[in-house]
């Protein structure tokens, strides 16, 4: 539950590397997610490169701050593993990776691709997607250079008892 409560969406970036072990620890933390009839359709596509990390904001308008950090994870799912629920087990996949970065002190932030079917064109014509891969999520990932508090939410207020 700690790791819950602390990890927040970060922009702000220290330049400390992330080590190749650090991410080998996220993508096997993403994997443990559930999945439907257990297809595990996802895949992880590391980009530490620095042309390729700053050709990523000419595909994705909403990510500039990839620019301050020295890794990223595109989580993409395999439509003929599961035409139907990739995305979802994408999403649970994507879940995951947030919560472990934040269990080992590194910030993340997702950044949207699905559904937005330009962005995810984008991805696939910049990274060679194989044609029934699709681009999912964008995790940026770095040290933090912010600390933010837990948000005030409000469970109560979206929780129904027996009947809507
Ligand atoms: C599907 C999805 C897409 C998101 N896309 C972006 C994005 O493109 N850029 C960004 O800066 N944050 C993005 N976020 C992060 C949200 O803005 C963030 O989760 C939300 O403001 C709540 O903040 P928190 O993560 O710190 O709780 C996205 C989050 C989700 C779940």
């Known amino acids: 539950m ?3 409560d602390t990890r927040r969406s970060i922009r702000k970036y220290t330049a400390q590397s992330v080590a190749k072990h650090t991410i080998e620890q996220l993508i096997a933390a993403a994997c443990l997610a559930p999945s439907a009839r257990n297809q595990q359709p996802w895949d992880f596509l590391v980009v530490t490169d620095r042309q390729k990390l700053d050709a990523i904001p000419t595909v994705q308008h909403s ?11 595109i989580v993409c799912g395999d ?5 139907r629920f990739w995305p979802v087990d994408c999403a649970a996949a994507t879940e995951n990776l947030l919560l472990k970065a934040a269990e080992l002190g590194l910030g993340s932030c997702w950044c949207a691709i699905y559904p937005l079917e330009q962005e995810m064109a984008g991805f696939k014509q910049l990274f060679g997607l194989p044609d029934q891969v699709e681009a999912f999520s964008l995790i940026v990932l770095g040290y933090p250079a912010e600390e933010k508090p837990q948000p005030d939410r409000d469970p109560a207020g979206h929780t129904h008892w027996e009947q809507w």
Do not use: G
């Open 2 to 4: 700690s790791v819950i």
């Open 79 to 83: 439509r003929h593993k599961n035409e």
């Open 63 to 73: 990510c500039a701050f990839i620019s301050q950090v020295p890794a990223a994870v």
